[in-house]
């Protein structure tokens, strides 16, 4: 690999998700930084993460799309950090994330209730659009009932 698929972007932190024995402890790390007051999530393609085309498996941008949907949105509602799993989700796939590329994503917090939070994002590769989704999230998730999650608004001050 050379330096350009090597380095994450400045600003972004490594996210304390890779450790134990759990799916994205797979297919990290995941990096994070603080926008404007949004959670910006990201990655780096690696071999890992490509499908026999050399280029990011769909699967692994729906996973990243669904983290981000989820803890952005958890970030830019009230909500405390805790278990919210996904009620729906559709994604778009715009343009292929090859090998090497940063992916990042951002996300929009459209309207929340007091059960569900309703969103979308986009995620990029080295800039361009890549995926656009959106979901309904299931907020009210105590945040006792996810051992080790990080307050990611405390994390990324």
Do not use: Y
């Amino acid at each position: 690999m050379n330096v350009q698929t090597e380095t994450v972007p400045a600003g972004f932190i490594e996210l304390p998700f890779s450790g134990g024995e759990h799916f994205l402890s797979l297919t990290g790390p995941l990096w994070g930084k603080r926008e404007k007051d949004k959670l910006v999530l990201g990655f780096r393609v690696e071999k890992r993460h490509c499908n026999v085309g050399g280029i990011c498996h769909g699967g692994m941008l729906m996973t990243f799309a669904d983290m981000q949907l989820g803890l952005g949105a958890r970030f830019d509602s009230e909500e405390e950090f805790g278990f919210m799993p996904t009620v729906s989700m559709t994604a778009d796939f715009l343009s292929p994330a090859p090998l090497g590329a940063w992916v990042e994503g951002r996300t929009d917090l459209l309207r929340s209730t007091r059960n569900f939070l309703f969103c979308q994002c986009i995620v990029s590769s080295n800039g361009s659009p890549a995926v656009r989704a959106s979901g309904i999230m299931k907020s009210g998730g105590a945040p006792s009932a996810v051992k080790g999650l990080p307050n990611l608004r405390t994390l990324l001050k």
